[in-house]
């Protein structure tokens, strides 16, 4: 009875939107001394939000990150993603919930070097079970959002750095996400190619696809519809729609 | 699913790094080389063991020999003893249960001629129960017969290399060949026996060398009684395997009834064959000891280059992780390569193990043979060693923290 009173209690603060933190921190036991990351976070972000979350570096930026794709869960405070309270979740459980709600988007691409751009893209769909017909389709699919799908045999290292990260996306598009997660997608890349890359992430936000982008560039954050700064492991700023 | 693309991706690695792959499955490939030399060895030398008992009379002959009993004092019955004589083949046909065949041979050397051909050669004296006891047949004409035997008749058998050597392309049925000054007539030219362990020399050589009359004429003709005819040596055939040691003892109760002397000896191939399973099982034994150590030792290199490879994998796990793989299936996935890498070691310790298979083969001048049973059980013991050492290194890639595996440059 009191689990159904509960359920019942949390269902509002869900509905609010795609993603609801309240009140979230993350303390890492380092030792002696404990380093509180996260001291309180609260926000909401709808679905189809291009957010950007900036930062000084040790601001709790990548923390904040790792607990928005499940990499890491809370010390305290709730997180309710696409509906689901994925707090405590157990390692098995949320590797589920970032195999099938989460795309990731890493600042070194971190593509497979010895499987080609196909099999890249279809791994996030090998991990689901997914037919081998389907996943290729699929991942073609994918690819050719990025326009890349004349690529798709060459391996990674055939290809640019803007290349390689346009496979990244195709790779975090591919089993259709809640989210995409992007960590500075374009640090490792040229001013011009950075700025495809972002172009990228508009039309896919134009498209619908809810985007939450971690840089510490402000000419990229500008590019965003939204920007959360952290500071000292609290928002500061933007915790609203513009 | 998971499982054929670990497969795949393990093909994949042992392509792209093929030397260190290599350098890894060294001690597997010696491993399973020598756990398919050993079986082969093993098996080989048995199953040429056994066909030479078989094509021989099989393992329910028994081999009984004079032995000299070594004693200065004797009773007046062992000093009475001449060892083997045909009384005894009389007693042993009339007294033993267990024996259902007695085979007798005196041997003597005689000067043969036919025509212008004479040689000096080796008389056997025989009984017909030769021919069965040896699994010894004549060709054409007959064996020596009960008849022969009964009536001491002047007739002879001879092997085939024998029939050749007097009489080149005639045919000898019927002839007569003289033999220390009197006439025999050939009624028989055996078979030609045929036995190779090296698939070189006939092992069986000596047989077809053999010039046969009836054990009496060989005994009468020397001027002793035929009771007291000396034997040179005998064979008897127990009826049951299953009863090979009452055989034996029947047998040596009756000798030692009639000697009143233990100068006899009793070879029975059914315990040769025991104390010799008993050695093989000895040799096998040291040599899987061997070949597992150097799997063991095989093991633990595909471990430690495992571990190499893992830290130098760390990102891709952590990316892999990041995408939604389970712990489960990072575990799956490292446990298939290592067992797929050695199970690679272990296909090519086939080879290695037919080599040394050829080289034992030089020197043993029998090349053993490897079963599909033998590379079967190699490939699992290889497979083994990869699922047992492939443990550790899989069981730390699932557990590594994602986040800090995403950290590390």
Not at chain 1, 132 to 144: F, I, M, S, V
Not at chain 1, 178 to 193: C, F, I, R, Y
Not at chain 2, 221 to 229: P, V
Request: glycine residues 8%; neutral net charge.
């Amino acid at each position: 009875m009191s689990a159904i009173l509960k359920f019942e209690e949390r269902k509002p603060a869900a509905a609010r939107g795609l993603i609801t933190l309240e009140n979230v921190t993350k303390t890492y036991d380092s030792g002696e001394n404990e380093v509180q990351a996260l001291r309180g976070v609260d926000c909401s972000i709808a679905a189809g939000e291009f957010v950007s979350i900036t930062g000084p570096s040790g601001s709790g930026k990548s923390t904040l990150m790792h607990i928005l794709g499940c990499l890491d869960s809370p010390s305290t405070g709730q997180y309710w993603l696409d509906g689901e309270d994925v707090a405590t979740l157990s390692a098995r459980a949320l590797a589920r919930i970032r195999n099938q709600k989460l795309g990731f988007v890493f600042q070194t691409f971190n593509l497979l070097p010895r499987a080609t751009i196909l099999k890249n893209v279809e791994l996030p769909l090998l991990y689901a079970g997914t037919s081998t017909d389907e996943r290729r389709e699929r991942a073609l699919e994918a690819l050719k959002r990025v326009g890349l799908d004349k690529r798709a045999k060459h391996r990674p290292n055939e290809l640019s750095g803007g290349q390689r990260q346009r496979v990244a996306i195709a790779r975090a598009l591919v089993n259709n996400p809640s989210l995409v997660l992007a960590d500075e997608p374009t640090g490792n890349l040229d001013q011009k190619t950075g700025s495809d890359i972002i172009q990228i992430f508009e039309e896919l936000s134009e498209a619908g696809q809810t985007i939450v982008l971690v840089t510490h560039d402000p000419a990229i954050a500008e590019r965003t519809y939204r920007r959360i700064k952290i500071v000292d492991g609290v928002i500061v700023d933007g915790d609203t729609i513009d | 699913m998971i499982l054929f693309e670990s497969i795949i991706d393990g093909i994949r690695d042992i392509k792209d790094h093929f030397g260190r792959t290599m350098l890894q499955l060294l001690g597997v490939i010696l491993g399973a080389g020598s756990i398919v030399a050993t079986f082969s060895l093993s098996v080989t030398g048995k199953g040429q063991a056994m066909e030479y008992y078989r094509i021989s009379g099989g393992i329910q002959k028994i081999y009984i020999d004079d032995k000299p009993t070594g004693k200065v004092t004797q009773n007046a019955k062992a000093l009475a003893s001449k060892g083997l004589t045909y009384h005894d083949v009389v007693a042993l046909r009339r007294d033993a249960k267990e024996i259902d065949l007695v085979s007798p041979v005196s041997n003597q050397s005689m000067l043969i001629r036919y025509r212008t051909v004479e040689h000096e050669r080796s008389i056997m004296g025989i009984s017909p129960a030769y021919s069965p006891m040896n699994d010894f047949h004549a060709a054409r004409g007959r064996f020596i017969s009960d008849n022969d035997v009964a009536s001491a008749a002047r007739v002879v058998v001879l092997g085939s290399e024998r029939a050749a050597e007097f009489f080149g392309s005639e045919d000898p049925l019927g002839k007569t060949i003289t033999m220390n000054g009197s006439g025999y007539e050939v009624v028989g030219v055996m078979e030609e026996k045929y036995f190779s362990f090296d698939k070189k020399h006939n092992n069986m050589r000596w047989m077809n060398r053999q010039i046969y009359i009836p054990i009496t004429t060989l005994v009468t003709r020397k001027g002793e009684a035929l009771e007291q005819g000396k034997i040179s040596f005998m064979h008897v055939r127990m009826r049951d395997i299953k009863r090979a040691d009452q055989a034996v003892d029947e047998t040596k109760h009756i000798l030692q009834r009639e000697h009143g002397v233990e100068d006899f000896e009793v070879f029975s191939r059914v315990a040769n064959l025991k104390r010799n399973e008993q050695n093989n099982k000895m040799y096998d034994m040291t040599f899987m000891i061997c070949g597992l150590i150097s799997l063991i030792v095989g093991g633990i290199v595909v471990m430690n280059i495992q571990l190499a490879s893992f830290n130098e994998r760390v990102r891709e796990v952590g990316t892999r992780k990041a995408i939604g793989a389970t712990p489960a299936q990072i575990f799956v996935q490292f446990l298939t390569e290592s067992i797929l890498v050695s199970v690679f070691g272990g296909f090519l310790g086939l080879f290695v193990g037919q080599a040394f298979c050829a080289g034992m083969g030089l020197l043993l001048r029998a090349t053993p043979q490897m079963s599909p049973d033998t590379a079967v059980k190699a490939l699992i013991f290889a497979a083994g060693t990869g699922l047992v050492f492939g443990m550790y290194p899989a069981i730390r890639a699932s557990r590594l923290n994602a986040i800090e595996a995403l950290r590390t440059e």
